[in-house]
């Protein structure tokens, strides 16, 4: 994502492809259902273990731009930095996931 170093937004197949990878990768550090994580229009998913959401609105939902959850992803930007100033939105006692962050480089599963 040199691009976004350089100030440059991604071409699209390449931000959505980074943002798809990220989500995958924080499901895999944070396996379970109580939270979910938005980022429109490229993708969403459920993580961290803890009470499941079955119907409704979740009550643990984060959800951001590509861009931003690139940056915090890539500790480009912190999480603690990204909520405050509202780039990055959290509702729920579980979205605080800056403990799984950075997600990338990706750490070797053992």
Known sequence: MDALDRG???????LRDAVRALLTEL?????GRSVEV???PFGAI?????PTHTRGTPANVVET???TWVLVATERVTWADALSDGR???SGIRTDLSEYMPLYPVESAE
């Open 38 to 40: 938005r980022v429109p």
């Open 88 to 90: 990055l939105r959290a």
């Open 27 to 31: 499901s895999r550090r944070a396996p």
């Open 8 to 14: 440059v937004e991604p071409d699209r197949p390449v």
């Open 65 to 67: 731009d590509p861009v």
């Open 46 to 50: 459920q993580c961290v273990a803890g």
